[in-house]
């Protein structure tokens, strides 16, 4: 007997005919029409097709991009008749809410406000495992008198993860049919047939009241009453094992402590920079050799052979290109070993938890709960973390997080560190560098707490959750990729705005302004010898009020990077007929030092070490803040972090001479 | 009093309310919203997974940024927008990716 349309059911919304546009292949025209209908991954095509077997299309449904499959089932009843259905496979959904052209195909469908009727029977795939995302489906479609039948499937997994469900409590908890099936064994189908004919031959049940008052407006109200109605259901159909405390679960005990997770994120942060300096330097040592030496003297061979020796254009290119860039890629090592740490601590699933403890910190003293975002990202650099505060929502927020950004010391910042640190603290290069980081966060701590209190007092909270991770074994592929994208960003640093810059600087050092000829006077003749030393006057309260110094610095406006390359352009001009090893550059930057701070060499040091992390970052920084914040901002936030670099830099160097 | 039972004056709200109110009132993580609601993990993953489709959760991908901001090709992003701070977890990234949940106003 073939499934005839229930004499005693509601006249029909939708006749087969209107499907029968729709892809070829379904069954013969009068018989009823079957949508399966489902969350996606819930296994409604793997039902599908165990049912329907060869005989199924899949193609467009009429008019629209939506693909739908359709098929003849031919089940039998619980009499043993033949019982067929035209059986409609259609995209997932997780609601009838349409948020995407798939849902809204399949809202249309069951409203009846589509070219096609509605169809006669619905069965809603749902998984097991994941009831509560399945049955939201279930309620909305509940709403209206109209036969549903649930098809239970992944009782397996449900069942190895503790979860129960009571088929029958569910079916007298939902109001239909359910039936427990596994579409992949393909069992539990005669079942699911016979319930179907049976649902076809009896009359829709009544839609299912609304438990709370909603206004149809409030699509809040709406959805919340119908998870509330999931819930209950839930409540009375599934059982659960208590779950037992995974491995994430009981590291994250310790990991995310209030005290303890702190401690450890700082301890974990040292670690990575001082394995970082510890196994980089010797191959940092061994790439500076090579460029002072026989990558140099072969430049120097090279023009004696084409009679250029001693022209502007061997200095160019020996004393600025040579030293400068090839100074800066000393450092891939060493930024190359730090980023693929940092990638292993994203990629297990550590820097999540160190997110959440930092965040905690930053709410303690009142900052915003959804900068930290922003301000994550700009430890890595500083320009996407201007573009990234366009996440906040609130204008003041907005504003004052770009602000703080150029505080977070970002990656091009470290290779000044590193050449710092191992020239004045050679045996705790690490935890200086790792100083530096935490003095970062204190700056964007500091002056974020002083913009609230003067600019923003009445900046609201953003609630913020940190959604965690499981720990994962970190891929080789991914932590692998990510490095190489981050080195390959420095290197297009050092290939591109870097040499513009030591360009410009041999140029400058080239041009003579007590006389002398252009590409022959010695630096500290030179135009940027003089101009270098008339802001060096403004950092002799800080100790380091040296041209050489303080030029770098002033160079280091357009890219962190270039404060590394213009010692080391300066320092070979000085002296020519050589190459400068990366022990020379470093004694003629102590030498500097200890002849600026009047002995108190630590504290001009440590005094250079903040205002370098607090000044402005580079202009590509600036220009970000301008097109975030506009002008008037963006200059503020350049007069505020010179102010603080400079105050706490004079700060630094007055308190620790008094100390020394 | 669980944040189920309080966030309409003591009337019981349905989930998606109650795990809105978990987060404006500081929950810091699933499980946290678990914890003050009262409400299974796979009713809050559920809600979590609705409110961000109705857009009244916000996530976005957190990873530390690149040197020079050149993101168009980077492995945590996907096609040409960036990983940092990209909308929801991307469909390129194959480890654990942080997701930070924030709350719009309506």
Same mark, same amino acid.
């Given at each position: 007997?073939?499934?005839?349309?229930?004499?005693?059911?509601?006249?029909?919304?939708?006749?087969?005919?209107?499907?029968? /546009?729709?892809?070829?292949?379904?069954?013969?025209?009068?018989?009823?029409?079957?949508?399966?209908?489902?969350?996606?991954?819930?296994?409604?095509?793997?039902?599908?097709?165990?049912? #329907? &077997?060869? =005989?199924?299309?899949?193609?467009?449904?009429?008019?629209?991009?939506?693909?739908?499959?359709? &098929?003849?089932?031919?089940?039998?009843?619980?009499?043993?008749?033949?019982?067929?259905?035209?059986?409609?496979?259609?995209?997932?959904?997780?609601?009838? /809410?349409?948020?995407?052209?798939?849902?809204?195909?399949?809202?249309?469908?069951?409203?009846? =406000?589509?070219?096609?009727?509605?169809?006669?029977?619905?069965?809603?795939?749902?998984?097991?495992?994941?009831?509560?995302?399945?049955?939201?489906?279930?309620?909305?479609?509940?709403?209206?008198?109209?036969?549903? %039948?649930?098809?239970? #499937?992944?009782?397996?997994?449900?069942?190895?993860?503790?979860?129960?469900?009571?088929?029958?409590?569910?079916?007298?908890?939902?109001?239909?049919?359910?039936?427990?099936?596994?579409?992949?064994?393909?069992?539990?189908?005669?079942?699911?047939?016979?319930?179907?004919?049976?649902?076809?031959?009896?009359?829709?049940?009544?839609?299912?009241?609304?438990?709370?008052?909603?206004? $149809?407006?409030?699509?809040?109200?709406?959805?919340?009453?119908?998870?509330?109605?999931?819930? &209950?259901?839930?409540?009375?159909?599934?059982?659960?094992?208590?779950?037992?405390?995974?491995?994430?679960?009981?590291?994250?005990?310790?990991?995310?402590?209030?005290?303890?997770?702190?401690?450890?994120?700082?301890?974990?942060?040292?670690?990575?920079?001082?394995?970082?300096?510890?196994?980089?330097? !010797?191959?940092?040592?061994?790439?500076g050799?090579?460029v002072s030496?026989?990558v140099t003297?072969?430049g120097?061979?090279?023009? $004696?052979?084409?009679?250029?020796?001693?022209?502007?254009?061997?200095g160019l290119v020996l004393d600025g290109l040579v030293a400068g860039v090839g100074m800066l890629l000393t450092?891939?090592?060493?930024?190359?070993?730090?980023?693929?740490?940092?990638?292993?601590?994203?990629?297990?699933?550590?820097?999540?938890?160190?997110?959440?403890?930092?965040?905690?910190?930053?709410?303690?003293?009142?900052?915003?709960?959804?900068?930290?975002?922003?301000?994550?990202?700009?430890?890595?650099?500083?320009?996407?973390?201007?573009?990234?505060?366009?996440?906040?929502? /609130?204008?003041?927020?907005?504003?004052?997080?770009?602000?703080?950004?150029?505080?977070?010391?970002?990656?091009?910042?470290?290779?000044?560190?590193?050449?710092?640190?191992?020239?004045?603290?050679?045996?705790?290069?690490?935890?200086?560098?790792?100083?530096?980081?935490?003095?970062?966060?204190?700056?964007?701590?500091?002056?974020?707490?002083?913009?609230?209190?003067?600019?923003?007092?009445?900046?609201?909270?953003?609630?913020?959750?940190?959604?965690?991770?499981?720990?994962?074994?970190?891929?080789?592929?991914? #932590?692998?990729?990510?490095?190489?994208?981050?080195?390959?960003?420095?290197?297009?640093?050092?290939?591109?705005?870097?040499?513009?810059?030591v360009?410009?600087v041999w140029?400058?050092?080239?041009?003579?302004?007590?006389?002398?000829?252009?590409?022959?006077? !010695?630096?500290? /003749?030179?135009?940027?010898?003089?101009?270098?030393?008339?802001?060096?006057?403004?950092? %002799? !309260?800080?100790?380091?009020?040296?041209?050489?110094?303080?030029?770098?610095?002033?160079?280091?406006?357009?890219?962190?990077?270039?404060?590394l390359t213009s010692w080391a352009q300066t320092y070979a001009a000085a002296d020519p007929?050589a190459g400068l090893a990366?022990?020379q550059l470093?004694?003629?930057?102590?030498?500097?030092?200890?002849?600026?701070?009047?002995?108190?060499?630590?504290?001009?040091?440590?005094?250079?070490?903040?205002?370098?992390?607090?000044?402005?970052?580079?202009?590509?920084?600036?220009?970000?803040?301008?097109?975030?914040?506009?002008?008037?901002?963006?200059?503020?936030?350049?007069?505020?972090?010179?102010?603080?670099?400079?105050?706490?830099?004079?700060?630094?160097?007055?308190?620790?001479?008094?100390?020394? | 009093?669980?944040?189920? *039972?309080?966030?309409?004056?003591?009337?019981?709200?349905?989930?998606?309310?109650?795990?809105?109110?978990?987060?404006?009132?500081?929950?810091?993580?699933?499980?946290?919203?678990?914890?003050?609601?009262?409400?299974?993990?796979?009713?809050?993953?559920?809600?979590?997974?609705?409110?961000?489709?109705?857009?009244?959760?916000?996530?976005?991908?957190?990873?530390?940024?690149?040197?020079?901001?050149?993101?168009?090709?980077? *492995?945590?992003?996907?096609?040409?927008?960036?990983?940092?701070?990209?909308?929801?977890?991307?469909?390129?990234?194959?480890?654990?990716?942080?997701?930070?949940?924030?709350?719009?106003?309506?």
């Amino acid at each position: 007997m073939t499934l005839a349309r229930p004499s005693t059911a509601a006249p029909r919304r939708g006749a087969p005919s209107c499907h029968g /546009d729709a892809p070829a292949g379904g069954a013969r025209p009068g018989v009823p029409v079957v949508a399966l209908v489902g969350a996606p991954n819930a296994g409604k095509s793997t039902l599908f097709n165990s049912l #329907t &077997g060869g =005989s199924r299309t899949v193609g467009n449904w009429p008019g629209t991009t939506v693909e739908v499959g359709r &098929g003849s089932w031919v089940g039998t009843d619980r009499c043993g008749h033949p019982a067929e259905v035209d059986l409609l496979d259609l995209p997932g959904a997780y609601s009838l /809410d349409p948020a995407s052209p798939d849902e809204q195909f399949t809202a249309d469908l069951f409203t009846g =406000s589509g070219p096609a009727g509605a169809p006669d029977l619905a069965v809603v795939v749902a998984d097991a495992a994941h009831l509560a995302r399945s049955l939201y489906l279930v309620a909305q479609l509940r709403e209206r008198s109209r036969r549903l %039948v649930v098809a239970l #499937t992944m009782s397996d997994v449900a069942e190895r993860r503790g979860i129960t469900v009571d088929a029958d409590a569910l079916a007298a908890a939902l109001g239909v049919p359910v039936v427990e099936l596994d579409p992949r064994r393909r069992s539990g189908r005669e079942r699911l047939a016979a319930v179907v004919a049976d649902a076809l031959r009896a009359p829709a049940p009544p839609a299912r009241a609304r438990q709370r008052d909603g206004a $149809d407006d409030d699509a809040l109200a709406v959805a919340d009453e119908r998870f509330d109605w999931v819930d &209950g259901v839930l409540m009375t159909a599934l059982a659960e094992r208590p779950a037992r405390p995974t491995v994430t679960d009981r590291v994250d005990r310790w990991v995310t402590a209030p005290v303890l997770g702190p401690l450890l994120f700082l301890l974990v942060m040292w670690g990575v920079f001082e394995a970082t300096t510890t196994v980089a330097a !010797p191959l940092q040592d061994a790439l500076g050799t090579l460029v002072s030496g026989p990558v140099t003297a072969a430049g120097r061979g090279l023009f $004696d052979l084409l009679g250029l020796s001693g022209s502007w254009a061997e200095g160019l290119v020996l004393d600025g290109l040579v030293a400068g860039v090839g100074m800066l890629l000393t450092f891939v090592p060493l930024m190359a070993i730090m980023f693929a740490l940092l990638a292993l601590l994203e990629d297990s699933g550590y820097l999540a938890r160190a997110a959440l403890v930092t965040d905690r910190a930053m709410r303690a003293v009142g900052l915003p709960g959804n900068a930290f975002l922003p301000l994550v990202v700009g430890f890595g650099c500083n320009v996407p973390a201007i573009s990234a505060t366009r996440i906040l929502p /609130d204008a003041r927020h907005r504003i004052m997080t770009a602000l703080l950004v150029p505080f977070t010391s970002c990656s091009a910042r470290l290779t000044v560190y590193v050449l710092v640190a191992a020239t004045f603290f050679p045996s705790a290069a690490g935890t200086v560098v790792f100083g530096m980081y935490l003095t970062s966060i204190l700056f964007v701590v500091g002056v974020g707490l002083a913009l609230r209190r003067t600019l923003w007092r009445t900046v609201g909270q953003e609630p913020l959750v940190l959604d965690l991770p499981a720990y994962q074994r970190p891929t080789l592929r991914l #932590t692998a990729s990510l490095t190489w994208v981050r080195v390959r960003a420095f290197l297009r640093t050092a290939g591109g705005i870097i040499v513009a810059t030591v360009s410009l600087v041999w140029l400058l050092q080239a041009v003579p302004v007590h006389g002398g000829s252009f590409g022959a006077v !010695p630096p500290e /003749d030179s135009l940027f010898a003089a101009a270098s030393r008339v802001v060096a006057h403004l950092f %002799v !309260p800080a100790g380091f009020g040296d041209w050489h110094t303080v030029g770098a610095l002033v160079v280091g406006f357009v890219a962190k990077e270039a404060v590394l390359t213009s010692w080391a352009q300066t320092y070979a001009a000085a002296d020519p007929t050589a190459g400068l090893a990366p022990d020379q550059l470093q004694a003629h930057v102590h030498a500097a030092f200890a002849a600026s701070s009047g002995g108190a060499v630590t504290a001009a040091v440590l005094a250079f070490l903040v205002f370098l992390l607090a000044y402005t970052p580079c202009v590509a920084t600036v220009a970000a803040q301008r097109r975030e914040i506009g002008v008037r901002w963006a200059a503020f936030g350049v007069g505020l972090q010179l102010t603080v670099a400079w105050t706490v830099a004079v700060a630094v160097f007055q308190v620790g001479r008094l100390l020394t | 009093m669980s944040e189920r *039972a309080s966030s309409r004056g003591g009337q019981s709200a349905g989930p998606l309310r109650s795990v809105l109110t978990a987060f404006e009132s500081g929950a810091r993580s699933r499980t946290e919203v678990c914890a003050r609601t009262g409400l299974r993990r796979d009713v809050v993953d559920a809600a979590v997974e609705h409110l961000l489709r109705m857009g009244r959760l916000d996530a976005r991908e957190l990873t530390v940024g690149c040197p020079d901001g050149g993101c168009g090709s980077c *492995a945590s992003g996907v096609g040409d927008r960036p990983g940092c701070g990209a909308a929801g977890p991307s469909a390129r990234r194959s480890g654990p990716v942080l997701v930070s949940l924030s709350v719009r106003r309506p």
